[in-house]
T-cell receptor, first 111, second 114 residues
Framework: GDSVTQMEGPVTLSEEAFLTINCTYT??????LFWYVQYPGEGLQLLLK?????DKGSNKGFEATYRKETTSFHLEKGSVQVSDSAVYFC??????????FGAGTRLAVHP | GAVVSQHPSWVICKSGTSVKIECRSL??????MFWYRQFPKQSLMLMAT?????????EQGVEKDKFLINHASLTLSTLTVTSAHPEDSSFYIC??????????FGSGTRLTVV
């Protein structure tokens, strides 16, 4: 079945460091791909999305490119801030209106 | 933008009692809503899909008699945890589908059963 694999966390970075969180997926066809962010004690917020191969989703300085050939959707940001500390979930639209989530990657950014 | 309001944000209940969690779509009609459970430091586990006016569809392994879902209107879905026990303590999150490219999530309910 469809699945999403994310790099294990936690990821700990200094402020202004470069961030990459890896995400690969297994799916039939070409699903829509998403990154969600969860701040402590809150629900999920959509960070960005890509609906077809080679699309680049971007928001708040974060970017991810839908790579069909490597079945990947890695999240990147050039300069992280302390306020980016959160848990990041990669997800795909698995059909039947269902989102399939990765395990989540906790990011901690310190000053 | 489309907002889903989830209430309460946290609740503590005694073992054996029931707890109801509400999920409301504030500015759109949500034909379909989803209920997730999240254990500490883990991903979201889909519990059930709630469709307005019909029975919910539960994922394998989820007890439908323990987690009662009602979606009586296009703006409200409720999850009732019946006869709660400490192992039911968790973070519950609802979500509504906007279209196949967009979902919106509630802010979650932290349930603690003592």
């Amino acid at each position: 079945g469809d699945s999403v694999t994310q790099m294990e966390g936690p990821v700990t970075l200094s402020e202004e460091a470069f961030l990459t969180i890896n995400c690969t997926y297994t799916a039939t066809g070409y699903p829509s791909l998403f990154w969600y962010v969860q701040y402590p004690g809150e629900g999920l917020q959509l960070l960005l999305k890509a609906t077809k191969a080679d699309d680049k989703g971007s928001n708040k300085g974060f970017e991810a490119t839908y790579r069909k050939e490597t079945t990947s959707f890695h999240l990147e940001k050039g300069s992280v801030q302390v306020s980016d500390s959160a848990v990041y979930f990669c997800a795909l639209y698995g059909g039947y209106n269902k989102l399939i989530f990765g395990a989540g990657t906790r990011l901690a950014v310190h000053p | 933008g489309a907002v889903v309001s989830q209430h309460p944000s946290w609740v503590i209940c005694k073992s054996g009692t029931s707890v109801k969690i509400e999920c409301r779509s504030l500015d759109f009609q949500a034909t379909t809503m989803f209920w997730y459970r999240q254990f500490p430091k883990q991903s979201l586990m889909l519990m059930a899909t709630s469709n307005e006016g019909s029975k919910a569809t539960y994922e394998q392994g989820v007890e439908k008699d323990k987690f009662l879902i009602n979606h009586a209107s296009l703006t409200l879905s409720t999850l009732t945890v019946t006869s709660a026990h400490p192992e039911d303590s968790s973070f519950y999150i609802c979500s509504a589908i906007l279209d196949k490219y967009g979902y919106t999530f509630g802010s979650g309910t932290r349930l603690t059963v003592v």
